[in-house]
């Protein structure tokens, strides 16, 4: 299927239109407030820069949006909080961004009907926290939950560490509100627990990365939290060993809650970052399980018959939690793997694929020799994995150093088609196809089933606006330019280059809060400091830039919350003084 | 939207038969009369023109490329257990009788992962997979004879769907057949997957009407272990409601919840007999814990249990032993068979609704027939309580006339005024098919049902694909309302309460030899249904067919309604016998 669309360019009359849908206050056209919309946890490229952030308020001002874009071929990118792992908010063909945190309502609690009723821009953690007094829970819990927005988790079908026993988003969605491409609203699916009344088209946007319809307003059945749980962290000298055990426990129909793999640069990276105990651990491949369920004597049974299994493997080191603290530190263990990764190279990429636990040992030695079998000089792999089988290469390189770039990119490709594809694997199990892995979709699902996705893509969003480049229905190759960008303005070493864009500091940073958009928040700080010392940047509109600085409060919360440890208020404060100097 | 499909020529019937063996295709007219009848009301019009019964997915791809070249119509049919006509023929054409395609491919406990054929029937298969521990959970009340591709088609609940989801949880991947021809893969078999759109979900439940299904690869998971069960009976609807919104309040999670009312309850009790006779009379609430470790279950248990007393039962018993255990639930088990003898016709509607509008629908469906004025007919309701799956069973006479009105009339009225206006579903899992076109655009937008047919036209442009199902397909089917009437009934040979269930098929050793459904139990009857009533005549072939039932008496075990089927196909041949 040939694809021929072309997007025009926003008028200026046009971008009046936008303005009046959602007021000034929700419209910014800015180049340094677009230029942070340009920044997440991918590659950065400068020929991704959206040309209008619009921050709707309501379905009516969505639906109004979306029918303008498309009368005016107009791209449209839908944008929660911007910490997709497969770029799927930034913007390769311009346009508009579509910010919805600002629709962050929580509609309705209903125990009773196990339903939650919510706008699409509330947060996982948040919703979480609303439903604990109940003894209630949304289960799906992916790393980024302290900021992360549901309508963004109904958009990739996002997954996290609990997944194997209580299921990704898709099985929490009840019903879902949607604006399509012509600004028609519809409710799909329904609030009760079981329904075969239509096709099952909700399930069809679940999970198509904002390619076919806004999701304005989500049902979510929610259900009992486990009232406690019992952990241990093992260590396997032999990856086939602990291999062994996880298909013993499912032999033995054990369902743990949580099931993590690290492999050995990483335990390595954790202990240097934590110290304390974890020094005293031999290096190797780690295992963390636990069990959750109602009742303490259960779990402590459950947990036996757990221990008995992996011991049996013959790891070289065991440790249980005993109490609540000794389980948060171990739990510290895989949580703080990023922050640990991000402090061994500028960059930090996060891959994503899924294959059968039976093939997990052969693959692991495979990715493990990445670097060695393309003949890759400075590229690092570390791997994570929830034992379902989903896994998490991670690739530490700077992406400002060209020679690095054309490494990490031949790394994917080697790890997308030699590895996992050859196994029957699958693509991305929870971070989504995103603007980073069209070239691979066809190998995995072949030009039929393509096709049929162009054909669906196609009649639900004919003109293409709606998140284009994304490689769901949409097989276009994506202009790069990954131009070699060297430091140019980089006084008193202002800038430290290792922030993920990870998005974990905005939840709490109360300028962002106030101000609502991208920019105000420490990750959108840092993007403009990336722009300036690299040259792209420049300070034409000093005001805007030094206001953006100065309602940074110095309040440090951004600091607790970055896994990478960037010294923000460090960075802020300086780049205030030389700010004050460049003014005169 | 409109489809004009061609009639079967005989030169397009004998390629159609090449493809599959002659040993493989029926044109008989009086095996095809058998694929007329299923569970729901009979259409004498409904009559397929051919059956075929392919091997494998090539043979499928062939047939789906000639039908729809020439315009012919397809319906796939798993063991025609549907209660809500999915695999009857309103627009004649061929059957695609897909219970020979039954392998299990590979169990692979390891990957938590099963690959079958569409045949496969649910039992079978959680009968090899209890070996090891594992289950499939969905559990339809036909689970002992349908297919999994019915289950997938229509993504079928049961009782457990509460706590274990439906089909489509389980469902990894697809094979299927598209109308064209095309062999596709929808899915991938691992365990977590958002590498494409979710095509594969949008089969599931499709009823059929999208492609035909060849391959699946399910999940699996571990099979509880220990088992608690309560029985208790409520005088007042309020009291039951109110007990199951506590327990959910304070998130107790059972396995299964069942509930009976009040006309069901005293039929149940009146079949089964025994100590169920002293009961006192009222609702029926069954709930039973599972789990592995026996002092987690007994502490949900006694939780649930101290609400429910404290909703005032007039009974509360706890399974004490298995074997009681067996003899509680076997209250729910045979709702059908009590209901089934009540009056000749016994059509299961179903439909979904919040917890929190239980009571007040009960009693709106309690209050129906008085509203209506219509005090010939009877409903009786039981279901599903946890996901508020409910199962109003209408009881009455399909050959009067009168009775045909009245239930179309409460059908209607349990629809349009009770079920939708509370934001209810139309159908909670036996699907929309021919029986509820009309009320699919009362439960969703136009844009949605508009949205449905585009997605029908993409994939099955000649609309050949289970024409009839409301999903897709807006047309209005066309329903004989002529009233048969007995003709030749000679010594009250047909026992007209045979529900149509095909539960007698799964043991019936000459459907096992013969294939077709004209020699199950279900096929016999069907052939009688039409002796009697004047629609058939005797010949050579309804003779072999009834002497090929082997009089084993396994289809009478396994009959919900107990029709007397051998002492019934015993008088058939002698009547027969006589007239030669």
Same mark, same amino acid.
């Given at each position: 299927?040939?694809?021929?669309?072309?997007?025009?360019?926003?008028?200026?009359?046009?971008?009046?239109?936008?303005?009046?849908?959602?007021?000034?206050?929700?419209?910014?056209?800015?180049?340094?407030?677009?230029?942070?919309?340009?920044?997440?946890?991918?590659?950065?490229?400068?020929?991704?820069?959206?040309d209008?952030?619009?921050?709707p308020?309501?379905?009516?001002?969505?639906?109004?949006?979306?029918?303008?874009?498309?009368?005016?071929?107009?791209?449209v990118?839908?944008?929660?909080?911007?910490?997709?792992?497969?770029?799927?908010?930034?913007?390769?063909?311009?346009?508009?961004?579509?910010?919805?945190?600002?629709?962050?309502?929580?509609?309705?609690?209903?125990?009773?009907?196990?339903?939650?009723?919510?706008?699409?821009?509330?947060?996982?953690?948040?919703?979480?926290?609303?439903?604990?007094?109940?003894?209630?829970?949304?289960?799906?819990?992916?790393g980024?939950?302290?900021?992360?927005?549901?309508?963004?988790?109904?958009?990739?079908?996002?997954?996290?560490?609990q997944?194997?026993?209580?299921?990704?988003?898709?099985?929490?969605?009840?019903?879902?509100?949607?604006?399509?491409?012509?600004?028609?609203?519809?409710?799909?699916?329904?609030?009760?627990?079981?329904?075969?009344?239509?096709?099952?088209?909700?399930?069809?946007?679940?999970?198509?990365?904002?390619?076919?319809?806004?999701?304005?307003?989500?049902?979510?059945?929610?259900?009992?939290?486990?009232?406690?749980?019992?952990?241990?962290?093992?260590?396997?000298?032999?990856?086939?060993?602990?291999?062994?055990a996880?298909?013993?426990?499912?032999?033995?129909?054990?369902?743990?809650?949580?099931?993590?793999?690290?492999?050995?640069?990483?335990?390595?990276?954790?202990?240097?970052?934590?110290?304390?105990?974890?020094?005293?651990?031999?290096?190797?491949?780690?295992?963390?399980?636990?069990?959750?369920?109602?009742?303490?004597?259960?779990?402590?049974?459950?947990?036996?018959?757990?221990?008995?299994?992996?011991?049996?493997?013959?790891?070289?080191?065991?440790?249980i939690?005993?109490?609540?603290?000794?389980?948060?530190?171990?739990?510290?263990?895989?949580?703080s793997?990023?922050?640990?990764?991000s402090?061994?190279?500028?960059?930090?990429?996060?891959?994503?694929?899924?294959?059968?636990?039976?093939?997990?040992?052969?693959?692991?030695?495979?990715?493990?020799?990445?670097?060695?079998?393309?003949?890759?000089?400075?590229?690092?792999?570390?791997?994570?994995?929830?034992?379902?089988?989903?896994?998490?290469p991670?690739?530490?390189?700077n992406?400002?150093?060209e020679?690095?770039?054309?490494?990490?990119?031949?790394?994917?490709?080697?790890l997308?088609?030699?590895?996992?594809?050859?196994?029957?694997?699958?693509?991305?199990g929870?971070?989504g196809?995103?603007?980073?892995?069209?070239?691979?979709?066809?190998?995995?699902?072949?030009?039929?089933?393509?096709?049929?996705?162009?054909?669906?893509?196609?009649?639900?969003?004919?003109?293409?606006?709606?998140?284009?480049g994304?490689g769901?229905?949409?097989?276009?190759?994506?202009?790069?330019?990954?131009?070699?960008?060297?430091?140019?303005?980089?006084?008193?070493?202002?800038?430290?280059l290792?922030c993920?864009?990870?998005?974990?500091?905005?939840?709490t940073?109360?300028?962002?809060?106030?101000?609502?958009?991208?920019?105000?928040?420490?990750?959108?700080?840092?993007?403009?400091?990336?722009g300036?010392?690299?040259?792209?940047?420049?300070?034409?509109?000093i005001?805007?830039?030094?206001d953006i600085?100065?309602?940074?409060?110095?309040?440090?919360?951004?600091?607790?919350?970055?896994?990478?440890?960037?010294?923000?208020?460090e960075?802020?404060?300086?780049?205030?003084?030389?700010?004050?100097?460049?003014?005169? | 939207?409109?489809?004009d499909?061609?009639?079967?020529?005989?030169?397009?019937?004998?390629?159609?038969?090449?493809?599959?063996?002659?040993?493989?295709?029926?044109?008989?007219?009086?095996?095809?009369?058998?694929?007329?009848?299923?569970?729901?009301?009979?259409?004498?019009?409904?009559?397929?023109?051919?059956?075929?019964?392919?091997?494998?997915?090539?043979?499928?791809?062939?047939?789906?490329?000639?039908?729809?070249?020439?315009?012919?119509p397809?319906?796939?049919r798993?063991?025609?257990?549907?209660?809500?006509?999915?695999?009857?023929?309103?627009?004649?054409?061929? +059957?695609?009788?897909?219970s020979?395609?039954?392998?299990?491919?590979s169990?692979?406990?390891?990957?938590?992962?099963v690959?079958?054929?569409p045949?496969?029937?649910?039992?079978?298969?959680?009968?090899?997979?209890?070996?090891?521990?594992?289950?499939?959970?969905?559990?339809p009340?036909?689970s002992?004879?349908?297919?999994?591709?019915?289950?997938?088609?229509?993504?079928?609940?049961?009782?457990?769907?509460?706590?274990?989801?439906?089909?489509?949880?389980y469902?990894?991947?697809i094979?299927?057949?598209?109308?064209?021809?095309?062999?596709?893969?929808?899915?991938?078999?691992?365990?977590?997957?958002?590498?494409?759109?979710?095509?594969k979900?949008?089969?599931?439940?499709?009823?059929?009407?999208?492609?035909?299904?060849?391959?699946?690869?399910?999940?699996?998971?571990?099979?509880?272990?220990?088992?608690?069960?309560?029985f208790?009976i409520?005088?007042?609807?309020?009291?039951?409601?109110?007990?199951?919104?506590?327990?959910?309040?304070?998130?107790?999670?059972?396995?299964?919840v069942?509930?009976?009312?009040?006309?069901?309850?005293?039929a149940?009790?009146?079949?089964?007999?025994?100590?169920f006779?002293?009961?006192?009379?009222?609702?029926?609430?069954?709930?039973?814990?599972?789990?592995?470790?026996?002092?987690?279950?007994?502490?949900?248990?006694?939780?649930?249990?101290? +609400?429910?007393?404290?909703?005032?039962?007039?009974?509360?018993?706890?399974?004490?032993?298995?074997?009681q255990?067996?003899d509680?639930?076997?209250?729910?088990?045979?709702?059908?068979p009590?209901?089934?003898?009540?009056?000749?016709?016994?059509?299961?509607?179903?439909?979904?609704?919040?917890?929190s509008?239980?009571?007040?629908?009960?009693?709106?469906?309690?209050?129906?027939?008085?509203?209506?004025?219509i005090?010939?007919l009877?409903?009786?309701?039981?279901?599903?309580?946890?996901?508020?799956?409910?199962?109003?069973?209408?009881?009455?006479?399909?050959?009067?006339?009168?009775?045909?009105?009245?239930?179309?009339?409460?059908?209607?009225?349990?629809?349009?005024?009770i079920?939708v206006?509370?934001?209810?579903?139309?159908?909670?899992?036996h699907?929309?098919?021919?029986?509820?076109?009309?009320?699919?655009?009362?439960?969703?937008?136009?844009?949605?049902?508009?949205?449905m047919?585009?997605?029908?036209?993409?994939?099955?442009?000649?609309?050949?694909l289970?024409?009839?199902?409301?999903?897709?397909d807006?047309?209005?089917?066309?329903?004989?309302?002529?009233?048969?009437?007995?003709?030749?009934?000679?010594?009250k040979?047909?026992?007209?309460?045979?529900?149509?269930?095909?539960? =007698?098929?799964?043991?019936?050793?000459?459907?096992?030899?013969?294939?077709?459904?004209?020699?199950?139990?279900?096929?016999?009857?069907?052939?009688?249904?039409?002796?009697?009533?004047?629609?058939?005549?005797?010949?050579?072939?309804?003779?072999?067919?009834?002497?090929?039932?082997?009089?084993?008496?396994?289809?009478?075990?396994? =009959?919900?309604?107990?029709v007397?089927?051998?002492?019934?196909?015993?008088?058939?041949?002698e009547?027969?016998?006589?007239?030669?």
């Amino acid at each position: 299927m040939k694809i021929n669309i072309s997007y025009n360019k926003i008028s200026e009359s046009l971008s009046q239109k936008f303005k009046e849908i959602v007021s000034e206050e929700h419209f910014f056209s800015d180049y340094e407030i677009r230029w942070t919309y340009a920044y997440g946890g991918t590659i950065f490229d400068k020929l991704w820069i959206p040309d209008l952030i619009l921050m709707p308020q309501s379905t009516d001002q969505i639906s109004r949006i979306l029918k303008l874009a498309n009368d005016n071929n107009i791209p449209v990118t839908p944008r929660g909080s911007g910490t997709s792992l497969s770029a799927g908010t930034m913007t390769p063909y311009g346009g508009i961004v579509l910010d919805l945190t600002q629709m962050n309502k929580i509609l309705n609690i209903d125990i009773e009907n196990n339903l939650v009723v919510i706008e699409t821009g509330v947060i996982c953690d948040d919703l979480n926290e609303s439903l604990k007094p109940y003894g209630y829970f949304f289960p799906p819990d992916p790393g980024s939950s302290s900021i992360c927005t549901i309508g963004g988790m109904v958009a990739t079908n996002a997954g996290g560490i609990q997944a194997f026993k209580y299921g990704v988003t898709k099985k929490y969605v009840l019903f879902i509100e949607v604006v399509l491409a012509n600004g028609k609203i519809l409710n799909l699916g329904t609030g009760v627990l079981k329904s075969v009344s239509s096709y099952n088209l909700k399930d069809l946007f679940v999970g198509s990365e904002g390619t076919l319809g806004v999701v304005t307003k989500i049902g979510l059945r929610i259900r009992p939290l486990p009232k406690t749980r019992r952990l241990g962290l093992f260590i396997f000298e032999n990856i086939e060993d602990l291999r062994d055990a996880v298909i013993e426990l499912r032999k033995q129909g054990i369902v743990p809650n949580l099931l993590e793999f690290m492999d050995k640069l990483i335990l390595q990276a954790v202990t240097d970052y934590l110290g304390g105990e974890f020094l005293d651990f031999p290096n190797g491949y780690v295992l963390l399980a636990e069990v959750d369920g109602e009742n303490e004597e259960e779990v402590e049974n459950s947990f036996s018959i757990l221990f008995d299994i992996v011991i049996q493997k013959g790891p070289i080191y065991h440790k249980i939690a005993k109490t609540a603290k000794e389980r948060e530190r171990l739990i510290l263990a895989r949580k703080s793997n990023l922050p640990a990764l991000s402090r061994i190279s500028p960059t930090t990429c996060v891959e994503d694929c899924t294959i059968q636990i039976t093939d997990f040992a052969e693959v692991i030695k495979k990715v493990e020799k990445i670097p060695e079998s393309i003949d890759a000089k400075n590229l690092k792999v570390a791997i994570v994995c929830h034992m379902e089988g989903n896994l998490h290469p991670t690739f530490l390189f700077n992406e400002n150093n060209e020679e690095d770039v054309k490494e990490f990119e031949k790394a994917i490709e080697y790890l997308y088609r030699e590895i996992i594809i050859p196994v029957g694997g699958d693509l991305t199990g929870e971070h989504g196809i995103g603007k980073v892995k069209t070239p691979y979709l066809e190998l995995e699902h072949g030009s039929t089933v393509v096709d049929l996705m162009s054909q669906i893509k196609k009649l639900l969003d004919p003109n293409l606006i709606l998140n284009p480049g994304i490689g769901k229905g949409d097989k276009r190759v994506l202009k790069k330019i990954r131009s070699n960008r060297k430091l140019k303005n980089q006084e008193g070493k202002i800038l430290e280059l290792r922030c993920m864009r990870c998005g974990f500091c905005l939840a709490t940073c109360p300028s962002r809060i106030f101000y609502g958009i991208e920019a105000y928040s420490p990750r959108g700080r840092l993007s403009l400091l990336n722009g300036i010392v690299y040259g792209d940047l420049k300070l034409d509109n000093i005001d805007l830039i030094n206001d953006i600085f100065h309602t940074c409060t110095l309040c440090g919360l951004c600091l607790i919350n970055c896994p990478a440890g960037v010294e923000t208020i460090e960075i802020f404060e300086k780049s205030r003084e030389i700010l004050h100097k460049f003014r005169g | 939207m409109a489809s004009d499909y061609n009639k079967l020529s005989e030169n397009l019937s004998q390629k159609f038969k090449k493809i599959v063996g002659g040993e493989n295709s029926f044109s008989e007219y009086e095996i095809r009369w058998c694929y007329a009848f299923g569970p729901t009301v009979f259409e004498k019009s409904w009559m397929p023109e051919l059956i075929l019964m392919p091997q494998n997915t090539n043979q499928i791809s062939k047939i789906l490329k000639l039908a729809n070249e020439n315009k012919i119509p397809v319906t796939p049919r798993g063991s025609g257990t549907s209660l809500s006509a999915g695999s009857l023929s309103a627009y004649g054409g061929i +059957i695609l009788d897909l219970s020979q395609m039954n392998k299990i491919i590979s169990i692979d406990i390891e990957n938590n992962l099963v690959e079958i054929e569409p045949g496969v029937v649910c039992d079978d298969l959680n009968g090899k997979l209890a070996k090891y521990g594992y289950f499939f959970p969905p559990d339809p009340g036909s689970s002992s004879v349908c297919t999994v591709g019915g289950m997938v088609a229509e993504n079928s609940g049961g009782m457990q769907a509460f706590k274990y989801g439906v089909t489509k949880d389980y469902v990894l991947s697809i094979e299927v057949v598209l109308p064209d021809g095309k062999i596709v893969n929808f899915g991938t078999n691992v365990l977590k997957s958002v590498s494409s759109y979710n095509l594969k979900d949008l089969f599931v439940g499709s009823e059929g009407t999208l492609g035909v299904f060849t391959k699946i690869g399910l999940r699996i998971r571990p099979a509880p272990k220990k088992n608690k069960l309560g029985f208790y009976i409520f005088e007042n609807i309020d009291d039951l409601s109110d007990s199951v919104k506590e327990s959910r309040k304070r998130g107790i999670v059972p396995n299964l919840v069942e509930f009976l009312d009040k006309l069901t309850t005293q039929a149940v009790f009146e079949y089964l007999g025994g100590e169920f006779l002293d009961y006192p009379k009222g609702y029926v609430l069954l709930a039973n814990i599972d789990g592995n470790d026996d002092n987690e279950i007994e502490q949900n248990f006694s939780i649930l249990h101290d +609400i429910m007393i404290r909703h005032n039962p007039l009974i509360a018993k706890i399974a004490v032993d298995d074997k009681q255990r067996e003899d509680l639930i076997n209250a729910r088990k045979a709702a059908l068979p009590a209901l089934a003898r009540i009056s000749p016709t016994c059509c299961l509607e179903d439909c979904t609704i919040k917890l929190s509008d239980f009571a007040d629908v009960i009693k709106k469906i309690e209050n129906l027939t008085k509203q209506l004025n219509i005090p010939s007919l009877k409903i009786a309701t039981f279901g599903h309580m946890l996901d508020g799956n409910m199962h109003p069973t209408f009881l009455f006479n399909e050959n009067d006339p009168k009775d045909r009105e009245n239930f179309q009339a409460a059908k209607d009225y349990l629809y349009i005024e009770i079920v939708v206006p509370v934001d209810g579903s139309i159908t909670g899992e036996h699907g929309i098919g021919k029986i509820k076109t009309q009320y699919v655009n009362l439960e969703h937008d136009e844009d949605v049902v508009e949205m449905m047919t585009q997605m029908k036209l993409l994939f099955d442009p000649n609309m050949i694909l289970n024409p009839g199902v409301g999903k897709g397909d807006k047309r209005e089917i066309i329903n004989s309302k002529t009233v048969r009437r007995l003709k030749n009934q000679p010594e009250k040979i047909l026992n007209l309460n045979c529900m149509r269930c095909n539960f =007698c098929k799964e043991s019936c050793p000459s459907i096992i030899f013969f294939k077709s459904e004209a020699f199950s139990p279900r096929g016999r009857l069907s052939i009688l249904n039409g002796l009697v009533h004047g629609d058939l005549e005797l010949s050579e072939l309804i003779n072999d067919i009834f002497h090929a039932c082997t009089l084993c008496g396994m289809c009478l075990t396994t =009959c919900p309604a107990g029709v007397r089927t051998h002492e019934i196909f015993e008088k058939a041949r002698e009547i027969m016998h006589n007239l030669r």
